[in-house]
């Protein structure tokens, strides 16, 4: 069974970190972009970060210009897993976030929702003072 599974949310202060874990079981994310996305209340999901293999040992990577700066996408191969680090929280970037993976068929990965097929089930992550 295909499953992603995100972790790490929780409640931070502005200008605070978090680290979200995408955990893949029954595929092997290494074959596949990856990409992060969120929801706030009331807004429409959108993209934040994505990364890319190009080879064994080269990655791109695409981010939103919100978080540019501040997030840094990265994979373990080993742990079959993906991170997001997020640095400098502001109070917008409190939503749900989503890890999503489809399979290697592009040339980069994209930052739309409709790209992915494999979705987690979200994280909440909570910027507040």
């Known amino acids: 069974q295909l499953q992603l599974v995100e972790s790490g949310g929780g409640l931070v202060q502005p200008g605070g970190s978090l680290r979200l874990s995408c955990a893949a079981s029954g595929f092997t994310l290494e074959n596949n972009d990856i990409g992060w996305f969120r929801q706030a209340p009331g807004k429409e999901r959108e993209g934040v970060s994505c990364t890319h293999r190009i080879s064994a040992s080269l990655h791109s990577t695409n981010y939103a210009d919100s978080v540019k700066g501040r997030f840094t996408i990265s994979r373990d191969n080993a742990k079959n897993t993906v991170y997001l680090q997020m640095n400098s929280l502001k109070l917008e970037d409190t939503a749900v976030y989503y890890c999503?993976?489809?399979?290697?068929?592009?040339?980069?990965?994209?930052?739309?929702?409709?790209?992915?097929?494999?979705w987690g089930q979200g994280t909440q992550v909570t910027v507040s003072s």
């Open positions: 999503a993976a489809v399979p290697l068929g592009r040339r980069f990965c994209t930052l739309i929702e409709s790209d992915y097929n494999y």
